[in-house]
């Protein structure tokens, strides 16, 4: 059983955020099944590197699209991104400097898991009932 199960309350009805979305949560189940399998400190470089590269092309995708309808808590939004950007690259200047991996890893998923949590299940759906409703408004004036 994977550690976060991915269901319809992390849906946003935006397909590309989705998807976006469903990556996080897979990559939270990858360090989890990791973990179980006494093979967390074999993947702590590739999961830092694709959260790093996750982040910002997840990011730009949602900014871009809280900007292209003027969403009014992009700002504050655009702040929390940046802080996940800044511990994960905290994440990627200890990971060397750490003796014990495995803890290192499930600090890693604890921090995910709370993200998941915490923002998209919190933040990112603030804005959905604001850009759906934007975007309606743009197709029925059309």
């Known amino acids: 059983m994977p550690f976060i199960e991915w269901n319809e309350k992390f849906l946003t009805g935006f397909k ?35 959260l790093y590269k996750y982040a910002h092309y997840h990011f730009t995708t949602e900014e ?5 309808f003027d969403y009014p808590e992009l700002d504050y939004h655009r702040k929390e991104h940046e802080k996940f950007i800044q511990k994960v690259n905290d994440f990627i200047k200890e990971r060397n400097a750490l003796e014990d991996k495995r803890d ?17 299940l919190g ?8 850009l759906k409703a934007k975007l309606e408004k743009a197709k029925s004036s059309k």
């Open 64 to 68: 871009k699209l809280m900007a292209e």
């Open 16 to 50: 590309v955020i989705d998807i976006q979305h469903k990556r996080l949560v897979d990559l939270t189940n990858q360090i989890y099944e990791a973990i179980k399998q006494n093979q967390a400190e074999h993947i702590i470089d590739q999961i830092l590197n694709e």
């Open 104 to 120: 290192f890893t499930i600090e890693i998923m604890r921090f995910l898991k709370d993200w998941l949590i915490r923002h998209v």
């Open 123 to 130: 933040t990112d759906m603030k804005y959905v009932p604001y």
